[in-house]
């Protein structure tokens, strides 16, 4: 464990549903394959998911030109409809924990915090942080070069969310 500190990547959105339906959507598989992908074209598969404090699942996302990406999750709270707190990876299929190839030392523990607060009956704001957890020096290096970044990869993904629940 070291003491270098990161501001986290702060991602925040208001959908227009229930809190708790905006919470099951990150936590139930039935919702996840539906919109856990970047863009329009992108299929999303949950191969196992035990969405659950100490739990994990596994997930292939398939890019429209066929490629795929494997992400293993490890959950360390879901506190319903509150908070979900995650530690995503890059795999195989297998669930193996695999780097990162086209960012050199990228952070090996990618910490993600998701707060739900109800604004009103169907409005919900989500405030999303997401930063390395005990990186060395490098990996602050590596995630800070793409901190610009950060709100086309995962506010593309709540742009997805936005697009599914509006269609609920």
């Known amino acids: 464990m070291n003491n270098l500190k990161v501001q986290p990547s702060e991602i925040i959105r208001e959908f227009k549903a229930p ?6 959507a990150w936590t139930q598989v039935e919702h996840l394959n539906n919109w856990m992908f970047p863009m329009q074209g992108c299929s999303c598969e949950f191969v196992s998911a035990d969405i659950t404090d100490g739990g994990s699942s596994l997930h292939r ?12 999750t490890r959950y360390e709270e879901v506190k319903s409809p509150q908070k979900l707190v995650f530690l995503q990876y890059f795999s195989n299929q297998n669930g193996d924990i695999v780097p990162m190839t086209h960012i050199p030392d990228w952070p090996k523990d990618m910490l993600a915090t998701l707060l739900f607060e109800e604004i009103s009956e169907n409005n919900t704001r989500l405030t ?13 290096e590596a ?18 969310l936005r697009i599914y629940l509006s269609a609920l």
């Open 19 to 24: 809190r708790q339906l905006v919470f099951d």
């Open 61 to 72: 996302v398939t890019m429209p030109n066929g490629h795929e990406m494997w992400l293993f």
């Open 128 to 140: 999303f942080l997401w930063e390395p957890r005990d990186p060395t020096s490098q990996e602050v």
């Open 143 to 160: 995630f800070e070069s793409t901190r610009a970044d950060h709100e086309s990869g995962w506010g593309a993904g709540m742009e997805q």
